[in-house]
């Protein structure tokens, strides 16, 4: 079992008033999960995404396929 705590961090592309997301990848190897919350809200809820789903999204914003219509 893991003590390590979250690290949080915004993406360097975020610069968008503060409408944005925080993740703790720091904890992706040894959890197996991907914490996301608001940044506006940090102590809120968190999301824990599994790491298969959390890149599977990365890869989606990446290749454009998640923008607004």
Known sequence: MTT???RWFTSSYSDNGGACVEVAANLAAARGIVPVR?????TGPVL?????????FVAGV???GLGTS
């Open 38 to 42: 608001d940044s506006k809200n940090p």
């Open 62 to 64: 990446k290749a454009g």
């Open 48 to 56: 824990g995404l599994p790491v298969n789903s959390f890149a599977a």
């Open 4 to 6: 390590e705590t979250p």
